[in-house]
């Protein structure tokens, strides 16, 4: 079959990011104007022509293409299959452009991965434009899929972790299919196929060019908000570390001098976590890298190991100096614990992104304000602060949708309004959509205008490349803070 996998552009936004399996994530100058390679899509394409397929991916979003030119693309090349992730927040936009993109090239099938077709999937197939949808992990299903679709007949039906339209019109859902067992199984996604001449920005980077990996999926907690653990799987799978190791050989190889680790939860084993550190010297890499932790998975000897490895940065889920609100959304994770995590990292001068939120169940004022002093005095070096938001998927979903079914599939919470207005908000807390609204850029320009702050990061600036990174992010990020839109 000839197969497009398609990263789209979006009228809302110049940056969407939607590199995970699970679709977008979050978008605009909030996040610095970051963008990621779609590793998750190239994944896919890699998998499909190592099946036989002709399959191509296509970044439209990182080549700034129009509708209109994709769907030139599309009715001049004729092909068979469009796969795309889609999620909650981009879905309503992500179905029209299926359906433009249809009408270009009649015969044409589409098929949509991710939240929104997993745990939302009457809803997501019955939008105009959507064909198929598969549900949780994409890589196995999306090759059997295709390969019955080539057959022709009614083999497709039996596709498990697929829905469709059946004869009738009827929406029919396939039994979930299993979760892969061994991902040292998946290939290394072929990198040579991302355009070219792309330079994707990403400000917490230290080196450039940098590519993104994926080592584990699946995470143990269990937070209110969070569908991680129930897309992926609530036990950690693990990449080995020789595979790990091996890809970033092979990313080493094409010039790459960083890595951005995707995983969730990449230190939830520390002794694989060790043995990726020794193997990066083993191998004398020249790479410096990125990872996401919980604060109560870090230790003293496992930071020395990462830092001696090349990691430079840590992100972790902070959400929210009070411990009120943590128990609250389920974190499992105690402020103790945070402050400890962020004086390691310090000690062994490792940087730190601190993921926040507002806006969560039994939020006020006044904890918001405690939460901004408990970051003031742990001193990330970057923060990124949202308002919660009740996604399909979560138990708090869950709870909002039974006293308030009209919050639907949650896809009036588009890509427009992510992270800076509020959805539903106002039945677990007793503030206003305007007050979190403003409470978000009062953090930012609280944390982010400091005089020692703004110093600390000029004294950092040792290149024109650095200095025109961090002069961008910066803009970005002021822009947000002084403004009243993305």
Not at 30 to 39: L, T
Request: charged share 25%.
């Amino acid at each position: 079959m000839k197969i497009l996998t398609l990263n789209p552009p979006s009228k809302h936004s110049k940056n969407v990011a939607r590199d995970l399996v699970y679709g977008c994530w979050c978008k605009g100058k909030r996040i610095a104007g970051i963008q990621f390679p779609p590793v998750s899509l190239l994944l896919v394409t890699t998998v499909l022509r190592d099946a036989g397929h002709e399959s191509h991916i296509l970044d439209a979003a990182a080549l700034m293409m129009t509708l209109d030119q994709i769907k030139e693309k599309v009715a001049r090349e004729k092909y068979d299959l469009c796969y795309m992730l889609t999620s909650t927040m981009t879905v309503v936009e992500d179905a029209e452009i299926l359906q433009e993109l249809k009408e270009a090239c009649p015969g044409m099938k589409t098929v949509v991965a991710g939240s929104q077709p997993t745990f939302m999937p009457q809803a997501t197939l019955a939008r105009k434009g959507i064909d198929f949808i598969l549900m949780r992990e994409q890589e196995g299903i999306i090759q059997e899929l295709a390969e019955a679709l080539q057959q022709g007949g009614d083999s497709y039906k039996k596709v498990l972790g697929i829905g469709f339209k059946d004869d009738n019109g009827d929406i029919v859902i396939n039994p979930p299919a299993p979760l892969i067992k061994n991902l040292d199984e998946l290939p290394i996604a072929d990198r040579t196929l991302l355009p070219q001449d792309v330079d994707y920005f990403n400000p917490i980077v230290k080196r450039m060019p940098f590519t993104t990996m994926f080592t584990t999926r699946g995470c143990t907690a269990k937070c209110t908000y969070c569908t991680s653990p129930f897309f992926y799987g609530e036990k950690v799978r693990f990449r080995s570390a020789e595979k790990v190791v091996e890809e970033m050989e092979y990313c080493q190889n094409l010039g790459y001098k960083e890595i951005f680790f995707r995983d969730e939860l990449f230190t939830a084993s520390k002794k694989r976590v060790l043995d990726i550190c020794q193997g990066i010297k083993d191998k004398k890499l020249d790479l410096t890298w990125i990872c996401s932790s919980r604060v109560n998975n870090v230790d003293e000897e496992m930071l020395a190991a990462m830092k001696d490895a090349g990691c430079h940065l840590i992100r972790f889920g902070v959400e929210s100096g009070v411990q009120e609100i943590l128990d609250n959304v389920r974190k499992d994770i105690t402020v103790e614990e945070t402050r400890r995590a962020f004086a390691l990292c310090h000690k062994y001068k490792i940087d730190t992104h601190a993921h926040c939120m507002i806006g969560s169940p039994g939020e006020t004022k006044e904890t918001i304000n405690q939460s901004l002093r408990f970051i003031l005095e742990i001193e990330p070096t970057i923060i990124t602060f949202g308002i919660t938001t009740p996604y399909p998927g979560t138990p708090l979903f869950e709870e909002v949708a039974a006293v308030h079914p009209e919050i639907g599939d949650g896809s009036q919470m588009d890509i427009s309004r992510l992270h800076t207005d509020t959805f539903f908000n106002q039945f677990f807390t007793d503030l206003t959509n305007e007050e979190l609204s403003k409470d978000i850029r009062r953090i930012y320009r609280r944390f982010y205008l400091r005089p020692k702050y703004i110093w600390s990061w000029i004294k950092r600036i040792d290149s024109w490349a650095e200095f025109k990174r961090v002069t961008l992010a910066g803009a970005n990020v002021l822009d947000f803070s002084l403004s009243w839109s993305e």
